[in-house]
């Protein structure tokens, strides 16, 4: 079975702080994902990736950053946390390719910033 | 750009009933994928049941079938026998096979189901 492990499962930072939120997957997996988890707004995209050091912006990437330089992990990086960007935060991995392939998604990141 | 809807928020079923999640999507594409992710309660997201567009069979994983409607450009997901496990939230979701090879997924808002015992 594919493994998506996300560092924390529950993380409290500070206003202003930067907070580095890490996924390592196991299945050799070319495209990893970063996600925001919000009632009411689904999954919406941050960044993803889909090559080592390749990214590109997805959806909402204002305010994030994120790094791949290795292909098994990818971390997102907020650089300077505000509390609008208190949410769960998911990160998912899939194969290449042009078929049906599933993304396997994490355990999830929920995110406080006081 | 393609979006895409779910326009129950939350849904209620009775053990061993039947109910049906509704999904609807836009695009102007006419070949594509489309799937159903299950979010049980603080546990991983896990893939359902998927189904390709140029496919007319209706895809179906035991309890769990799809009816696609592509001229409707609907979605929906049946999920017979109702079970305690079923609780969780669903999510449909679509991607384009024009994306090229990064496999993006567009998802919906989601819809919270509870299981009445």
């Known amino acids: 079975d594919v493994k998506v492990t996300q560092s924390s499962r529950y993380l409290v930072k500070r206003t202003g702080e930067k907070v580095f939120l890490e996924c390592v997957q196991d299945?050799?997996?070319?495209?990893m994902f970063w996600y925001r988890q919000d009632p009411g707004l689904g999954l919406r995209l941050i960044y993803f990736?889909?090559?080592?050091?390749?990214?590109e912006k997805g959806d909402i990437p204002e305010g994030y950053s994120v790094s791949r330089e290795k292909k098994e992990r990818f971390s997102l990086i907020l650089e300077s946390a505000s509390t609008n960007q208190t949410s769960m935060y998911l990160c998912?991995?899939?194969?290449?390719?042009?078929?049906?392939?599933?993304?396997?998604f994490g355990d999830g990141t929920r995110l406080s910033i006081l | 750009a393609q979006t895409v809807t779910q326009s129950q928020p939350e849904m209620s079923v009775q053990e061993a009933e039947t109910v049906t999640l509704s999904c609807t999507y836009d695009?102007?594409?006419?070949?594509?994928?489309l799937f159903w992710y299950k979010q049980p309660p603080s546990r991983q997201m896990i893939l359902v049941i998927r189904?390709?567009?140029?496919?007319?069979q209706n895809a179906t994983e035991n309890r769990f079938s799809v009816n696609f409607q592509k001229a409707a450009k609907s979605f929906s997901l049946k999920i017979s026998d109702s079970q305690l496990g079923d609780a969780a939230m669903y999510f449909c979701a679509y991607r384009s096979v024009y994306g090229g090879a990064t496999n993006k997924l567009i998802f919906g808002t989601g819809t919270l189901l509870a299981v009445q015992p």
């Open positions: 990736s889909y090559d080592v050091k390749m990214k």
């Open positions: 189904q390709e567009a140029y496919k007319q």
């Open positions: 998912a991995s899939s194969r290449s390719g042009f078929g049906n392939q599933p993304q396997h």
């Open positions: 695009t102007s594409e006419s070949d594509y994928y």
């Open positions: 299945m050799d997996h070319e495209n």
